[in-house]
């Protein structure tokens, strides 16, 4: 399994939320561009950037940012946040970004986000936002019709690079990720697909419990920078 650490950014700062709550934030760095290095020297191999202001408003908001990061990021990044239609997806890639992640969109605007993976298939990730089994939208503020299942599967369908599967309760609280939910999600699209692990990891053994369903990927976020484990650590741990 790979580890991949996270930068979200709200209001120019990379921060923390806590179950996606703006207003329970934490800031970890007024200079967010600077952790890619840290992460690359530490031996990640992707580093994850979400744009929180964009995933609430739904207009992107960290273009420069984001830009300086893929810039000088030595590993390649995956971008989220706000990306909702043609020209702000086209703007991510400009950006220097690798891959795009796509959430709201695919839930609100399914023949774009399905036309993105086809065109894309290589750098496409479906963001699966959920509480309770729900999918979650607009910043994870408003529950959809959807089940995780049900848009794993259609995003399978679509030839998606990877899912990106977040317990939105779990987000930022330590609490330990959904491991069996996680797992159900990638039987689900087994062969089809990758799911990317996120949303509670603050132990070793949380990465251990998600390396043992053999998921290739897990996001890690607050615990890194809460000191609760080193980069270099969960990593080592994720290679078992």
């Known amino acids: 399994m790979n580890i991949i650490p996270a930068i979200d950014l709200l209001e120019g700062k990379a921060v923390r939320l806590r179950e996606g709550d703006r207003d329970q934030r934490t800031i970890f ?27 609430f408003s739904g207009a992107r908001a960290h273009r420069d940012i984001v830009s300086r990061i893929a810039k000088e990021s030595p590993v390649p990044v995956q971008v989220g946040g706000g990306i909702r239609d043609r020209a702000a ?23 774009f986000a399905e036309a993105a993976c086809r065109e894309f298939p290589d750098r496409i990730i479906i963001a699966v936002d959920a509480r309770d089994g729900v999918v979650a939208v607009e910043g994870w503020v408003e529950a959809s019709t959807l089940t995780a299942i ?23 609280t330590h609490a330990g990720p959904n491991v069996e ?60």
Do not use: M
Not at 154 to 161: C, I, T, V
Not at 211 to 220: E, G, K, R, T
């Open 150 to 172: 049900e848009l794993g599967k259609r995003a399978a369908d679509w030839g998606a690079a990877a899912l990106l599967y977040t317990d939105v309760a779990r987000d930022g």
């Open 181 to 240: 939910a996680t797992a159900s999600l990638a039987a689900a699209v087994a062969g089809r697909t990758d799911v990317i692990a996120s949303g509670g990891v603050s132990s070793l053994d949380d990465l251990r419990a998600l390396a043992a369903v053999d998921l290739p990927y897990a996001i890690v976020g607050r615990a890194l920078y809460d000191k609760h484990f080193t980069l270099q650590e969960a990593i080592a741990v994720a290679a078992g």
């Open 29 to 55: 760095s007024d200079e967010p561009w600077k952790l890619v290095h840290e992460f690359a020297e530490a031996g990640a191999a992707r580093v994850h950037i979400v744009d929180l202001d964009g995933a």
């Open 89 to 111: 997806l086209d703007a991510v890639f400009e950006t220097g970004a690798q891959l795009a992640v796509l959430g709201t969109a695919a839930v609100k605007s399914p023949e």
